[in-house]
């Protein structure tokens, strides 16, 4: 016989509560960028009650200020040095249906449950993959999908980026805070090569001065990592290796590689200035299992929601290269 919508609930709650919630790892065990930044709540991590613009404030310019002389007039001018980026809201769902012939063939209580916690985790490995490949995307502002990394370092100067363009945002010494950092050049990935895009994002010689992160493929990792091993010049981060991501550390600099990475670029990342903007109802939560369409096929459905945005409050402090080999 086929399970109840309350038998089904308790098989759900079951599922996401057993074993020390491990369930909820599947969400993030397969892409270093959820896992560090959604899971880790490393670098911007805000969650919002409504709207469907998410505001990021920027911070890109000083005030008034210098050295002066007795007697001197001192400016008490204010300089606009405060704007912002609103990410519009996007939303993402993974999808478990169980259809009556499916339950009625899995004979017994247990072969059930275990149809059931399959279509499960199906749903979250759906979601999961939506979310992760969208990160590395070239998604514009209005998109469906997420804006990705790819909108963030690439891009004409006219484009916008969470709803500024580059020629929006100039600083008291012209220079642009909102500027696209990518490097298009083709050639052969080498620490050379890494130390110079590394510098283009530049903002400073102090803590998070530079980008902290760099995301690649596996097969461009690889390269990297035959080069470093010659050398003897990395170390491993053991928290990222611990989380199961292959990893190096280089020049203070995190590489990881990502199976969901654009093929040919790597991107590098300040996580003091990137993370992700989540609802406060929109953190992964599902909705109660419900029958099919009175019009389609016999079945139970629920789905698994997640609404946000990868947000960015300094866009020049990201930079990516294409056309690597």
């Given at each position: 016989?086929?399970?109840?919508?309350?038998?089904l609930?308790?098989?759900?709650?079951?599922?996401?509560?057993?074993?020390?919630?491990?369930?909820?790892?599947?969400?993030?065990?397969?892409?270093?960028?959820?896992?560090?930044?959604?899971?880790?709540?490393?670098?911007?991590?805000?969650?919002?009650?409504?709207?469907?613009?998410?505001?990021i404030?920027?911070?890109?310019?000083?005030?008034?200020?210098?050295?002066?002389?007795?007697?001197?007039?001192?400016?008490?001018?204010?300089?606009?040095?405060?704007n912002?980026?609103?990410?519009?809201?996007?939303?993402?769902?993974?999808?478990?249906t169980?259809?009556?012939?499916?339950?009625?063939?899995?004979?017994?209580?247990?072969?059930?449950?275990?149809?059931?916690?399959?279509?499960l985790?199906?749903?979250?490995k759906?979601?999961?993959?939506?979310?992760?490949?969208?990160?590395?995307?070239?998604?514009?502002?209005?998109?469906?999908?997420?804006?990705?990394?790819?909108?963030?370092?690439?891009?004409?100067?006219?484009?916008?980026?969470?709803?500024?363009?580059e020629?929006?945002?100039?600083?008291?010494?012209?220079?642009?805070?909102?500027?696209?950092?990518?490097?298009?050049?083709?050639?052969?990935?080498?620490?050379?090569?890494?130390?110079?895009?590394?510098?283009?994002?530049?903002?400073?010689?102090?803590?998070?001065?530079?980008?902290?992160?760099?995301?690649?493929?596996?097969?461009?990792?690889?390269?990297?990592?035959?080069?470093?091993?010659?050398?003897?010049?990395?170390?491993?981060?053991?928290?990222?290796t611990?989380?199961?991501?292959?990893?190096?550390?280089?020049?203070?600099?995190?590489?990881a590689?990502?199976?969901?990475?654009?093929?040919?670029?790597?991107?590098?990342?300040?996580?003091?200035?990137?993370?992700?903007?989540?609802?406060?109802?929109g953190?992964?939560?599902?909705?109660?299992?419900?029958?099919?369409?009175?019009?389609?096929?016999?079945?139970?459905?629920?789905?698994?929601?997640?609404?946000?945005?990868?947000?960015?409050?300094?866009?020049?402090?990201h930079?990516?290269?294409?056309?690597?080999?």
């Amino acid at each position: 016989m086929a399970l109840t919508f309350e038998e089904l609930e308790s098989v759900t709650n079951d599922y996401f509560l057993a074993d020390n919630r491990k369930a909820i790892d599947i969400y993030f065990n397969d892409c270093f960028l959820v896992d560090y930044f959604m899971n880790k709540k490393k670098g911007i991590f805000k969650r919002y009650p409504g709207g469907r613009l998410i505001r990021i404030p920027l911070s890109y310019d000083g005030q008034e200020g210098g050295f002066y002389s007795r007697g001197e007039a001192l400016s008490s001018d204010d300089r606009e040095l405060v704007n912002a980026a609103y990410f519009r809201q996007k939303h993402a769902y993974g999808n478990a249906t169980v259809y009556r012939p499916d339950e009625l063939e899995n004979a017994g209580e247990y072969a059930e449950v275990e149809l059931v916690t399959t279509k499960l985790e199906a749903a979250q490995k759906t979601i999961r993959k939506q979310i992760a490949t969208d990160l590395y995307s070239s998604n514009s502002d209005s998109a469906k999908g997420l804006t990705g990394l790819n909108t963030c370092c690439f891009g004409a100067a006219t484009t916008n980026f969470g709803g500024l363009a580059e020629n929006d945002v100039v600083a008291a010494d012209l220079d642009k805070p909102w500027a696209a950092k990518g490097t298009t050049t083709a050639e052969a990935i080498s620490l050379a090569v890494l130390r110079t895009q590394r510098s283009t994002a530049k903002i400073g010689n102090g803590a998070f001065g530079k980008p902290n992160i760099c995301l690649m493929t596996e097969t461009l990792f690889n390269i990297v990592s035959g080069i470093l091993q010659v050398q003897q010049r990395f170390t491993e981060n053991k928290e990222t290796t611990e989380a199961g991501f292959t990893n190096l550390v280089f020049d203070g600099m995190l590489i990881a590689a990502d199976d969901y990475c654009t093929g040919g670029y790597d991107y590098m990342i300040n996580s003091k200035y990137y993370g992700f903007a989540i609802h406060s109802q929109g953190y992964f939560v599902r909705e109660p299992w419900a029958n099919l369409s009175s019009n389609g096929p016999a079945g139970k459905t629920m789905k698994i929601y997640w609404d946000g945005n990868s947000v960015v409050s300094n866009r020049k402090a990201h930079c990516g290269h294409k056309s690597l080999s």
